[in-house]
T-cell receptor
Framework: AQKITQTQPGMFVQEKEAVTLDCTYDTSDQSYGLFWYKQPSSGEMIFLIYQGSYDEQNATEGRYSLNFQKARKSANLVISASQLGDSAMYFCASDQTGANNLFFGTGTRLTVIP | EAQVTQNPRYLITVTGKKLTVTCSQNMNHEYMSWYRQDPGLGLRQIYYSMNVEVTDKGDVPEGYKVSRKEKRNFPLILESPSPNQTSLYFC???????????????FGPGTRLTVL
């Protein structure tokens, strides 16, 4: 099994500023994946970004980037140029490569202030 | 449109009254699963299915049943619901498990269940 820890229950960021959401993981698997999902107030789960454990470069998707530090077992999400629409719950998750079972953290609620 | 659908979206019921939450996907995915989301606990997996007629327990299977008779459908059954099963439920699907690539899971819109 894998364990995901998100230590920030809530975060605030000024519009247009960058923000980092923390995620650490604990796994004995050699090959695994790390995911970030966004959950707006409407409730749906929106896939944001993925990082494979063997990927040497940090993943980026538009304004989202994943700061992957394998030795520290951290996979922080960086959102640049925050927008009001970024206000949502954010979940970090992991799986073992080749398996589909996702293990989620408890989430961080991000609020973007105008 | 490729999607995962769940019905109903909202349900209020009483303790002990059997209910089924349906889940259907139109992407021909082999893998389907159910999660429940509770405040402060994130999402936890209830059951999953690697293919038709193949199901297995996740982390919190007690009080739930599933079946996978067809590839596209994966209903969640609560034989005797209790108040501690009040939660937000998500169905998800993904393509065939691959050793060399990641498997993005596609989530349904969620079903908010209240058991009185």
């Amino acid at each position: 099994a894998q364990k995901i820890t998100q230590t920030q229950p809530g975060m605030f960021v000024q519009e247009k500023e960058a923000v980092t959401l923390d995620c650490t993981y604990d796994t004995s698997d050699q090959s695994y994946g790390l995911f970030w999902y966004k959950q707006p107030s409407s409730g749906e789960m929106i896939f944001l970004i993925y990082q494979g454990s063997y990927d040497e470069q940090n993943a980026t998707e538009g304004r989202y980037s994943l700061n992957f530090q394998k030795a520290r077992k951290s996979a922080n999400l960086v959102i640049s140029a925050s927008q009001l629409g970024d206000s949502a719950m954010y979940f970090c998750a992991s799986d073992q490569t080749g398996a589909n079972n996702l293990f989620f953290g408890t989430g961080t609620r991000l609020t973007v202030i105008p | 449109e490729a999607q995962v659908t769940q019905n109903p979206r909202y349900l209020i019921t009483v303790t002990g009254k059997k209910l089924t939450v349906t889940c259907s996907q139109n992407m021909n995915h082999e893998y389907m699963s159910w999660y429940r989301q509770d405040p402060g606990l994130g999402l936890r997996q209830i059951y999953y299915s690697m293919n038709v007629e193949v199901t297995d327990k996740g982390d919190v299977p007690e009080g739930y049943k599933v079946s996978r008779k067809e590839k596209r459908n994966f209903p969640l059954i609560l034989e005797s619901p209790s108040p501690n099963q009040t939660s937000l439920y998500f169905c998800a699907s993904s393509p065939h498990v691959s050793e060399s690539s990641y498997n993005e899971q596609f989530f349904g819109p969620g079903t908010r269940l209240t058991v009185l």
